[in-house]
Antibody, heavy 119, light 106 residues
């Protein structure tokens, strides 16, 4: 069955960097685009970024553009999110998710990793 | 960016009720609309895609309709397991966007 396991979250000071990872299994990772979506505590969902199956195409949400970088390693079935210049408002649970059935729709979600930006 | 507006934000209902949640897009998204269910402390789960297609394993009491800018999620007869937060989501254009959520409570 599909499994997505995020890691790398924690407490970080404003202005610092953090890299999140997502380990994928149970599907053909190299054939699937992948998303990151976040959810601030007690708030709604915010789409963060997407990467195509081969890593050649990426898109970002307005609030993270220029600060966050999505990447992947198909040889390791791993997805990453490099987060630089972190702000307090980046505090959230970060979910990785795969494409649904060959489309770019957000399909299956991992359980998330919590990032807290605080001084 | 496409703005997604859900109503109501909170909905109080009882087991057996028929409930309707509405989602409006700020511009046409054709049928590229999905609905997710999220329970406290859990990841969202896909319920409906392409406005009206039911995800495998989702009970048939859930249904979706609409196209263009107006969409609806209907739960025909609420069950105890359905009390959760529901989000609409457009995947017509990047950046993808979500509605603010509807908290369905007892």
């Amino acid at each position: 069955q599909v499994q997505l396991v995020e890691s790398g979250g924690g407490v970080v000071q404003p202005g610092r960097s953090l890299r999140l990872s997502c380990a994928a299994s149970g599907f053909t990772f190299s054939s699937n685009g992948m998303h990151w979506v976040r959810q601030a505590p007690g708030k709604g969902l915010e789409w963060v970024a997407v990467i195509s199956s081969d890593g050649s195409t990426k898109h970002y949400g307005d609030s993270v553009k220029g600060r966050f970088t999505i990447s992947r390693d198909n040889s390791k079935n791993m997805l990453y999110l490099q987060m630089n210049s972190l702000r307090i408002e980046d505090t959230a649970i970060y979910y990785c998710a795969n494409y649904y059935d060959g489309s770019s729709l957000i399909g299956f979600w991992g359980q998330g990793t919590l990032v807290t930006v605080s001084s | 960016d496409i703005q997604m507006t859900q109503s109501p934000s909170t909905l109080s209902a009882s087991v057996g009720d028929r409930v309707t949640i509405t989602c409006r897009a700020s511009q046409s998204i054709s049928s590229w609309l999905a609905w997710y269910q999220q329970k406290p402390g859990k990841a969202p789960k896909l319920l409906i895609y392409k406005a009206s297609s039911l995800e495998s394993g989702v009970p048939s009491r859930f249904s979706g309709s609409g196209s263009g800018t107006e969409f609806t999620l209907i739960i025909s007869s609420l069950q105890p397991d359905d009390f959760a937060t529901y989000y609409c989501h457009q995947y017509n254009n990047y950046p993808y966007t979500f509605g603010q959520g509807t908290n369905l409570e007892i």
